[in-house]
């Protein structure tokens, strides 16, 4: 994959100040495990910087996404282990007391291996599982790198670690927003583009990316557009 986190630059006086100038132009988010649709909506339309300082929340995005199987909706958790209620999440640790990582290649291939794009881009996917991270930030930051460079979304990533860059001057209006807690139907960034899903009749709106990736491929790109309602 050719898409790299780009290296912001060291903060002088100067950038300091453009970066004041152009904080429209940034949007703060959190990390997420193979983040869902709506979340790329929002990095499709600009530049984004995801927070690396911020305190770990439990029971969310963070480490975790949704997919469809054959019988229902599943839930791909990715565990963590340690002491994580003060913890920044660039220090959370991945669990592998349990072979995890296996299940999650199970999962998707038990899922999406009948799908059209499975063959081309499932190897990508094993291959990150495969590396067994030992912290979630990289995980999640490789598996976003990866989704993004399949989806051709050529955007500006940096992430807050990489520079003393001052968060107050960013866009944080959807930081924490995209949450288990409440439905994409509330927040006003993604519409339901249906598309050809694997299982069931009734098709299943904003799953994890991988949903979207396997089932429609190139056109992924496409219906992130179509999917579009918010004026960012």
């Not at 994580?84 to 998707?108: C, F, M, P």
């Not at 979304?153 to 968060?167: H, P, V, W």
Request: proline share 3%.
């Amino acid at each position: 994959m050719s898409f790299l986190l780009t290296k912001m630059p060291d903060s002088p006086v100067a950038e300091v100040n453009r970066m004041t100038l152009d904080s429209g132009n940034r949007i703060l988010l959190e990390t997420h495990y193979l983040p869902c649709i709506e979340y790329f909506v929002l990095l499709s339309k600009k530049d984004f910087v995801i927070h690396h300082q911020e305190t770990y929340q439990k029971q969310s995005y963070r480490n975790r996404c949704y997919i469809l199987g054959p019988n229902k909706i599943q839930l791909l958790t990715v565990p963590v282990t340690g002491k994580t209620k003060r913890s920044q999440i660039s220090d959370v640790r991945i669990d592998y007391s349990e072979n995890w990582h296996l299940g999650h290649v199970r999962s998707i291939r038990t899922a999406y291996g009948k799908a059209p794009y499975f063959e081309y881009y499932f190897e990508y996917f094993e291959q990150v599982l495969m590396q067994k991270h030992e912290f979630l930030w990289d995980l999640n930051q490789q598996m976003l790198t990866l989704c993004l460079d399949l989806l051709k979304i050529d955007r500006k990533i940096s992430d807050s670690k990489e520079s003393q860059l001052n968060l107050t001057v960013l866009d944080n209006r959807y930081y924490e927003l995209i949450s288990r807690k409440t439905s994409h139907l509330d927040r006003n960034i993604y519409k339901d583009v249906r598309y050809q899903q694997l299982f069931g009749s009734n098709f299943v709106p904003n799953l994890s990316i991988i949903d979207l990736l396997f089932c429609e491929g190139p056109n992924s790109g496409t219906i992130i557009s179509q999917s579009t309602i918010t004026n960012i």
